[in-house]
């Protein structure tokens, strides 16, 4: 197994000899294309690497596929002027050429700079500037070219917008120049050669309440993620992996290339136009899905079919992230599949930092346990680990060793890298709290938590409740400002198919979530929506939802005034 050229030991017996024992050798100036790629490619060149389909299409490629391919695209992209350093722009969807392109970049050493095709001229500009984009490549999804051209005029860095669809006015045609384009690239040298500290990969984070800030990954960070994949998801060598993320998000790099495929599973992609939950396991049982990862809400969504109708005998393992976990939905899973779905936490920050390991009992809705590689804590407002039970912030320690896959800092923001670096630790600004087994369980970010007649309140522990309630399909739980008691529990909720918006189903959820949680955490003002403000990358929008109560209240006490 090519995982053995970067670990010593690939079997472990308990997660306490994973944690001790687990080390990864960095080899001098590591490339994913030329170490990983390539080096299958010349081991075992017939090794399935990407299985991608449509819902028209398949296609299968190999590690020799995948060389030639990207070594003809890096031959593409010189053409054009990219040269390392220069960022370039993908916003491909799940399209197979993001995996061509992506490979180049690495080649060359310019910096991959994933990006959702959701976005709006606005985002783009935005991104551009922030990040001297040189050139945009994409897909000709309806509007977004549309899109990208309203950008142009005040994005000066962009030199090329190449698309690798049809022929489109001002566009370069990926595919006019690919065939003819020479199959061999060399292995830059001298200056042009990329070292572990150079900048690889940027990705924008969804920007909840702020601009979205630029994670940057240098050349090291894919070995961060053999944790991840070979002992968090649990690939199977010669397996298929899918991870339900679209490219422009940081998780795809969880789940779609580099930990996979070091581990020696392939890498599986289906280009959906939308998620519809019956297909979606249509498509696991033909392809023999061997390991699967998706956020709780993708779960929810498929226990609503009838699992008896798909073959899902090849899945192995399931893992969730993104979102708390609720016991309701662990349940269910294991009793129609016999599979515990095992929980994690990371950041686009980093790699895999938390999770429920396979020699762990899942305890649904905790996290799990540190990642070997990561040393966490949890700290209280002044600086000190907090007890058992007892709720902070989530930090990494970095005063004997740094995580491979933790990031190199936020692009071109020294102010914001220094205001999360201090003293020897990474601050994530997430909350947690940690049970006697050592178990962390998520609270939430640091500006969510609510906090009521004297008691702090986790949104996330709230709304795990409420969707057990059956006419909840999707939930926010935010606070309310309230004079007698600083704030009070609001839930925003999309209700289930079947079920109306009444005063009478309101008072049914409140009393639901008093028998079985302490009643200052049920919620107090329940409003029901058809949606939940989201960001681009689906993660609830909780700020939007205050930000307009705010006013609301503002709005009120001011008429009451004028009054």
């Known amino acids: 197994m090519l995982l053995d050229e970067f670990i010593d030991q690939t079997i472990y017996n308990s997660y306490e000899e994973l944690k001790q024992k687990f080390a990864i050798h960095i080899p001098d100036d590591f490339n994913f294309a030329y170490d990983v790629v390539d080096r299958y490619a010349e081991l075992d060149p017939q090794k399935e690497a990407l299985v991608w389909i449509d819902d028209e299409e398949e296609k299968i490629f190999t590690f020799h596929d995948l060389k030639i391919a990207s070594n003809k695209t890096a031959n593409y992209l010189r053409m054009l002027g990219i040269k390392k350093g220069d960022a370039v722009m993908l916003i491909l969807r799940r399209r197979y050429e993001f995996w061509f392109f992506l490979l180049a970049l690495h080649r060359i050493g310019a910096i991959a700079v994933p990006a959702t095709n959701m976005l709006l001229t606005k985002d783009i500009e935005y991104r551009t500037n922030a990040a001297s984009i040189k050139a945009i490549v994409t897909y000709d999804d309806s509007g977004l070219q549309e899109q990208i051209e309203a950008a142009m005029p005040t994005s000066p860095s962009v030199k090329h917008l190449v698309t690798i669809g049809k022929q489109r006015k001002g566009w370069k045609t990926f595919y006019n120049a690919f065939p003819d384009a020479d199959d061999e690239f060399e292995r830059p040298e001298g200056i042009y050669k990329t070292c572990n500290n150079d900048i690889m990969l940027l990705y924008f984070t969804s920007g909840t309440s702020s601009y979205p800030k630029m994670v940057q990954h240098n050349y090291t960070y894919p070995l961060g993620h053999i944790v991840t994949a070979k002992y968090w998801q649990n690939v199977q060598e010669n397996g298929r992996h899918l991870t339900i993320a679209e490219t422009g998000w940081a998780k795809a790099m969880w789940g779609k290339i580099y930990g996979q495929w070091i581990a020696g599973s392939a890498v599986f992609t289906y280009d959906m136009l939308g998620f519809v939950p019956g297909k979606m396991l249509e498509v696991m049982s033909k392809y023999k899905i061997t390991s699967f990862c998706a956020p709780p809400t ?129 601050h994530t600004g997430d909350t947690a709290w940690k049970d006697e087994d050592g178990y962390f369980w998520f609270v939430g970010r640091t500006d969510d938590l609510i906090k009521t007649s004297g008691y702090r309140v986790s949104p996330f522990e709230v709304e795990s409740t409420l969707q057990q309630h059956p006419a909840v399909l999707e939930c926010a739980v935010t606070g309310v400002n309230d004079r007698m008691r600083n704030q009070v529990v609001k839930a925003t909720i999309v209700l289930s198919k079947g079920f109306e918006a009444t005063k009478e189903l309101a008072a049914d959820i409140q009393k639901y979530t008093k028998q079985v949680a302490a009643s200052y955490k049920s919620p107090r003002i329940i409003e029901f929506v058809s949606e939940l403000p989201k960001t681009i990358s689906g993660k609830i929008r909780r700020a939007t939802i205050r930000e307009t109560d705010n006013t609301s209240e503002n709005e009120k006490n001011k008429d009451e005034k004028e009054s």
């Open 298 to 426: 993708v779960y929810r969504y498929l226990l609503q079919q009838d699992f008896s109708a798909y073959d899902l005998s090849a899945l192995k393992y399931c893992t969730t992230a993104g979102e708390a976990l609720n016991a309701d939905i662990f349940n269910k899973f294991l009793a129609k599949t016999g599979l515990s779905m095992r929980e994690g936490y990371g950041q686009t920050e980093c790699t895999l930092a938390i999770g429920n390991f396979p020699w762990m009992a899942p305890r649904p809705g905790s996290m799990g346990k540190p990642a070997p590689g990561y040393n966490i804590d949890i700290i209280d407002a002044n600086g000190n680990p907090c007890k058992a039970n007892e709720v902070g912030e989530i930090v990494i320690h970095l005063n004997e060793s740094r995580p491979f896959g933790l990031f190199a800092g936020y692009y071109r923001d020294q102010k914001m890298t220094e205001s999360v670096f201090s003293t020897d630790l990474y």
